[in-house]
């Protein structure tokens, strides 16, 4: 932790928005320039752009008359001089093109007009297509020049310098800091670190462990080159050593502006193929053109161009050679992000400190691995959270459970974990379960066990406070050890409403919470011997706005800036006041990292309660971290193609922020599905990471069985095939936690280079790691579709023939049954028999495919362990084996060999594209006796084997 925030918070709160008021004159041009701007949109509208230019120059020249260039800034008590106010016909604003243009006003609570915008040095043009501060093309803005700060003083060190910086004019905003320091520290070869913060005062600082690394390097060691000026204005920029290409590129974007609740700072970026920056609902390439993202927890279900349930300020940008670089801005306040056509992108955010990583790659998949390395890598998950994951909200007491459980046993669905949603709850108290409703509930788990099934629940961080006193430990034991969030007075818990009531919320920062909720988890445990839990309602949310008697009036609730969030410009929208207090900080500072202590509170109390046993949290609200802890469901979707397209764009996303274990609600949460729309969704969701059917209340079944014989086939199609390749899937999650390698990752990941345009637009397809290529289905009465193919030897899965594809759309057979699934030629993938239940599976031969690549090459690996053990790589109790083909023969390399109590047995190998018709087929020497051939499809099969795989072996075929 390194949070130093005391006399921050304390300086928040008895700091406030002084005006002076403005003399008469300067209220006089203020009520003319309103009149003018309102009157200026009008007139937009009816008369267009020639009409506007006349009247502006016309009322400039009457308003420039009237002015002097000498203003009193109104919002400080500094009295300033302005030598040289830029007026539009002034080659500092008249040379800036449209998409350019840097908004000196954005979403300020203020109404914007002319004056205020020329009295903060900026320039105010009128544009046609926008209206002023709220977004597009900004009306007011930064001249070029501008000057802000200017660097007073440069120290170089061995591994990085620091910088003085001082305000040389004032931003406009409320309480502009005058000292800065900028601490540049060159962290690795591919890792700078720079931050900017308050010379004189600490302030708040976001309390995420970092991995930090304990040698720096020197200027020779890194692949990047730092450039700030010795004098004059500030400004940074970050190069690519090797091509100079942009890195971070302060110097021509929106200026470092930094006051107590507004601070900014933007960056050039090096071309528009800029993805990241969640929790949204979009492309998974963001718009250039005006995108304004706002980053502030909420309870939504995800719609576009608006803020969602998790934090993550970060983005990986593609340059135009192909090489990749990342940037994170460690800062958990609200914050908006914008991205313009220059093309460039802004940070303006509402408090702490401005804190960046820069990643250089520069494979793409390297920036991932890179930002893992500091926020933490993936947790390893236990090998049954891969399996099929079954829910839905009101199963309408324990019978509806239970004959669903049957019904899923009873088709012969793979099938591995049976959740409950809140409806297991004794009046939706956490910890309880209604012993009426739901009683033997216990019984139904230990049954679900003894199937070699898990069991998950969902818990709410929200804890009734209106129960008998002593008769809800939950509440009682929260107000003993005072660890709920308290209100802005320290007057005891902050209260809100959830699903319960009226409830407190706990501070999942205090020092004391840990143990608290291991307690109740334990004791919880000791009846109903839960495998995981799912943390829902955690941004939090609240059904009323701030609190049950609402939020007082300070500084933190009323911010002088609130980026674009949901309704409206308030932060207590769903959540509570801003101005609450947590044990570090205020709620105003710690809001966005609410769902991310919950998760590391609660996989605390499950590795105490479940020893070394690997458990399962999914939580909706996340933040940078959250990954090294738990996956994450992309939340309360609704039963459309359009989510299942929605989908793609987010599971990629959320492998990009280091969350690879994430999915959709699959067939749709809210809204009725249907057979067509759920089957083709539990194809596409055989490939989610998380494979979780999800339904809401009052509607329709829609897990696998209750469907018809037809829909069923297809849906035990897609979950048998998912089950298959689980050993590599597995394995893809061992590089996860290891390497922080992506597990979904989109096309131009693996293909940038020669199909440039394409692949980086495409996000209706994705890989699993480098070997499989899925292009879903997400539209009605689909049988054939178009589908991207990079340039690249493809095997169909099914048929085991394949295209040299050229790189481009070609149109597939989709027929309702049909996955559409591609090996890349020079994959090797692991995969077993599959079975009802993972715990079945494991025991079941494993199988290999080799699909060959043009050079008759192939090569994969198999990464397993007993699927449970928490410390199995620490001890390492793990078989890690490698698998390569050349010259006519595949063979095994035992990289490790620490886990011996299950046997691993191969039972088939495949290779595909073996072009001339083997004569023999060897088996360590030993030609085989049987082996089988396919003319038409290429494909050498050998089955009927029995080899141990934990030895090294090698399959060679004679030609
Ligand atoms: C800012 O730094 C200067 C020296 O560079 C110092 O004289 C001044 O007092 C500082 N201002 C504040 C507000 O700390
Ligand atoms: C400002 O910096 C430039 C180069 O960066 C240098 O040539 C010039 O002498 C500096 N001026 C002062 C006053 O330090
Ligand atoms: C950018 O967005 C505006 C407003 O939505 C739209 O009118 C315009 O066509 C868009 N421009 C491009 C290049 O997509
Ligand atoms: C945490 O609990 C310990 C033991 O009960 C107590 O002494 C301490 O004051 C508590 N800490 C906080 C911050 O409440």
């Known amino acids: 932790?390194?949070?130093?925030?005391?006399?921050?918070?304390?300086?928040?709160?008895?700091?406030?928005?002084?005006?002076?008021?403005?003399?008469?004159?300067?209220?006089?041009?203020?009520?003319?320039?309103?009149?003018?701007?309102?009157?200026?949109?009008?007139?937009?509208?009816?008369?267009?752009?020639?009409?506007?230019?006349?009247?502006?120059?016309?009322?400039?020249?009457?308003?420039?008359?009237?002015?002097?260039?000498?203003?009193?800034?109104?919002?400080?008590?500094?009295?300033?001089?302005?030598?040289?106010?830029?007026?539009?016909?002034?080659?500092?604003?008249?040379?800036?093109?449209?998409?350019?243009?840097?908004?000196?006003?954005?979403?300020s609570t203020d109404l914007l007009t002319d004056h205020k915008c020329i009295q903060k040095g900026c320039c105010w043009q009128p544009y046609i297509g926008s209206s002023p501060g709220v977004g597009g093309v900004p009306w007011c803005f930064y001249p070029i020049g501008y000057q802000g700060y200017v660097v007073q003083s440069l120290q170089k060190a061995s591994s990085g310098m620091t910088v003085q910086l001082k305000l040389v004019q004032p931003s406009g905003w409320p309480n502009d800091i005058n000292n800065i320091t900028l601490d540049i520290t060159y962290d690795s070869s591919e890792r700078l670190h720079f931050k900017i913060y308050d010379s004189n005062k600490s302030r708040y600082e976001v309390p995420l462990p970092l991995h930090q690394t304990s040698n720096k390097v020197t200027d020779t060691d890194i692949n990047y080159n730092v450039d700030i000026p010795t004098n004059g204005t500030f400004y940074i920029k970050v190069y690519r050593k090797s091509t100079g290409k942009i890195l971070f590129d302060s110097q021509e974007a929106s200026p470092l502006i930094f006051s107590d609740q507004f601070i900014q700072l933007g960056t050039q970026l090096s071309t528009e193929f800029i993805y990241g920056l969640g929790e949204h609902r979009s492309s998974f390439l963001v718009s250039t053109n005006w995108t304004k993202l706002a980053i502030w927890n909420r309870d939504q279900p995800p719609k576009r161009k608006t803020n969602l349930y998790g934090s993550h300020p970060f983005y990986l940008n593609v340059e135009d050679d192909t090489n990749s670089h990342g940037v994170f801005l460690l800062n958990s306040n609200a914050m908006e992000i914008e991205i313009q056509p220059t093309p460039a992108l802004t940070y303006r955010t509402t408090g702490g400190i401005l804190d960046f990583y820069i990643f250089t790659g520069p494979i793409p998949d390297q920036v991932v691995q890179q930002y893992t390395e500091l926020i933490g890598r993936p947790f390893m998950p236990p090998y049954w959270a891969l399996g099929f994951h079954l829910c839905r909200w009101d199963y309408g007491g324990i019978d509806g459970l239970k004959k669903v459980i049957k019904r899923m046993r009873d088709a012969n669905m793979p099938y591995d974990v049976q959740w409950n949603d809140i409806d297991y709850m004794r009046g939706h108290l956490d910890w309880t379960y209604d012993q009426h409703k739901y009683n033997g509930l216990p019984n139904v788990v230990d049954d679900l066990h003894k199937h070699g099934q898990h069991y998950v629940m969902i818990v709410d961080p929200g804890i009734s406070n209106t129960q008998k006193p002593g008769s809800y430990p939950a509440y009682d034991n929260g107000i003993d050890g005072d660890i709920f969030i308290k209100k802005h007075d320290n007057s005891g818990p902050i209260i809100g409403m959830v699903w319960p009531g009226n409830t407190a919320f706990p501070d999942f920062f205090h020092p004391n919470v840990t143990t608290y909720w291991t307690n109740l988890a334990q004791t919880f445990h000791n009846q109903v011997e839960f495998d995981g839990l799912w943390m829902d309602m955690n941004e939090p949310s609240n059904f009323v706005s701030g609190s049950v008697t609402g939020c007082p009036d300070n500084n933190l609730e009323n911010p002088p800036f609130v980026p674009p969030v949901l309704d409206g410009k308030t932060l207590r929208s769903r959540t509570l006041c801003a101005s609450s207090r947590q044990h570090i900080s205020t709620h105003?500072?710690?809001?966005?990292?609410?769902?991310?202590?919950?998760?590391?509170?609660?996989?605390?109390?499950?590795?105490?309660?479940?020893?070394?046993?690997?458990?399962?949290?999914?939580?909706?609200?996340?933040?940078?971290?959250?990954?090294?802890?738990?996956?994450?469901?992309?939340?309360?979707?609704?039963?459309?193609?359009?989510?299942?397209?929605?989908?793609?764009?987010?599971?990629l996303s959320f492998n990009m922020f280091g969350i690879p274990l994430v999915g959709a609600d699959i067939c749709g949460f809210t809204g009725e599905t249907n057979a067509e729309l759920c089957s083709r969704w539990m194809q596409v969701g055989a490939f989610y990471p998380f494979m979780r059917?999800?339904?809401?209340?009052?509607?329709?079944?829609?897990?696998?069985?209750?469907?018809?014989?037809?829909?069923?086939?297809?849906?035990?199609?897609?979950?048998?095939?998912?089950?298959?390749?689980?050993?590599?899937?597995?394995?893809?999650?061992?590089?996860?936690?290891?390497?922080?390698?992506?597990?979904?990752?989109?096309?131009?990941?693996?293909?940038p280079v020669s199909d440039y345009n394409n692949t980086y637009k495409i996000d209706t397809q994705f890989m699993w790691g480098t070997c499989l290529l899925i292009t879903p289905v997400a539209s009605q009465d689909t049988t054939t579709g178009l589908g991207y193919l990079p340039r690249d030897r493809w095997y169909d899965w099914f048929n085991q023939t394949y295209i040299d594809a050229t790189g481009g759309f070609i149109n597939f057979d989709l027929p309702k049954q049909h996955i559409n699934l591609q090996i890349r030629a020079g994959s090797i993938i692991p995969l077993q028999q599959p079975a009802v239940t993972t715990t079945l599976a494991r025991k079941n031969k494993f199988m290999i495919i080799s699909a060959l690549s043009v050079h008759g090459e192939a090569n994969g690996e198999l990464y397993w362990d007993d699927g449970v053990s928490r410390d199995a790589i620490f001890w390492g109790h793990y078989n890690l084996i490698k698998f390569n083909v050349s010259q006519s023969?595949?063979?095994?390399?035992?990289?490790?060999?620490?886990?011996?109590?299950?046997?691993?047995?191969?039972?088939?190998?495949?290779?595909?594209?073996?072009e001339i018709a083997p004569t023999s087929v060897t088996f360590n020497n030993q030609v085989l006796p049987t082996s089988d051939y396919s003319y038409t499809n290429k494909t050498l099969v050998v089955d009927k084997l029995s080899v141990n795989l934990t030895e090294p072996f090698k399959l060679s075929w004679l030609v």
């Not at 390399?893 to 109590?901: A, E, F």
């Open 1 to 107: 932790m390194k949070c130093k925030v005391d006399l921050d918070c304390s300086r928040l709160e008895h700091t406030h928005v002084k005006t002076v008021a403005a003399d008469q004159r300067s209220e006089n041009i203020e009520r003319l320039s309103k009149m003018k701007t309102i009157f200026t949109i009008l007139l937009a509208s009816m008369i267009g752009f020639v009409g506007i230019y006349v009247y502006i120059k016309l009322s400039d020249y009457l308003l420039n008359s009237e002015s002097t260039d000498q203003h009193t800034d109104t919002r400080t008590h500094h009295k300033i001089v302005y030598h040289n106010l830029p007026v539009e016909s002034s080659p500092q604003c008249s040379n800036i093109p449209i998409g350019n243009r840097r908004d000196c006003w954005p979403g």
């Open 588 to 651: 105003y500072n710690l809001h966005n990292m609410y769902g991310y202590s919950e998760s590391v509170a609660t996989k605390s109390a499950l590795n105490t309660i479940l020893g070394n046993k690997r458990s399962l949290v999914i939580s909706r609200s996340t933040f940078p971290g959250s990954g090294v802890v738990t996956g994450h469901w992309t939340g309360d979707n609704t039963a459309s193609w359009d989510d299942i397209y929605w989908s793609i764009p987010e599971i």
């Open 693 to 751: 059917n999800h339904n809401s209340v009052g509607f329709k079944d829609q897990d696998p069985a209750i469907f018809d014989e037809a829909t069923q086939t297809i849906m035990r199609d897609a979950l048998n095939l998912r089950y298959t390749l689980l050993p590599y899937l597995y394995t893809l999650f061992y590089r996860s936690h290891v390497n922080g390698s992506s597990i979904i990752r989109p096309l131009f990941y693996q293909y």
């Open 889 to 914: 023969t595949l063979f095994s390399t035992i990289v490790k060999s620490g886990y011996k109590t299950e046997s691993m047995v191969l039972g088939e190998v495949k290779v595909l594209g073996v």
